[in-house]
């Protein structure tokens, strides 16, 4: 089982292996690898820092621990009609960004992420509604 906030949700789905530190990509990698092959791995919905943030570099202020980090958090959550603590499979959250997330909502809710200018997340969400799953990173 991973524990992950509400924001790495749509993170994952635009996750094209690039991050902010070799340890951060390789983390990542291997999370998102692992849901691509195991859809039926079980995600617990964490407050805060998460499995993927425990790699975040350690130089200066700490991103995870943002109040707009939060706040995204907590608007994705909403939106999927999901809550802290529960327990689903990755393959379920799937099915409710297919039924709840259009790929405009990103320019939206994720307007501050220094990752929106790439369009990956609007393409992964895309791919998602066409049944693709996550991407296969190379």
């Not at 509400?6 to 996750?15: A, I, K, Q, S």
């Not at 291997?30 to 943030?53: A, Y």
């Not at 998602?128 to 990173?137: Q, S």
């Amino acid at each position: 089982m991973y524990k992950l906030r509400g924001h790495h949700l749509f993170c994952l789905l635009g996750y094209r292996g690039m991050g902010y530190s070799q340890e951060y990509v390789e983390n990542m990698t291997r999370m998102h690898q692992t849901l691509r092959e195991n859809p039926k791995i079980m995600i617990e919905l964490v407050l805060g820092p998460d499995q993927l943030c425990e790699k975040y570099p350690n130089s200066g202020e700490y991103h995870c621990q943002n109040a707009h980090i939060y706040g995204r958090d907590a608007v994705i959550l909403e939106k999927l009609g999901l809550k802290i603590g529960q327990i689903l499979s990755w393959e379920k959250i799937e099915s409710l960004i297919r039924t709840y997330i259009v790929p405009s909502d990103i320019q939206v809710i994720c307007e501050s992420c220094s990752w929106r200018s790439y369009g990956v997340c609007e393409e992964g969400i895309r791919e998602i509604h066409e049944g693709k799953g996550l991407r296969e990173v190379q």
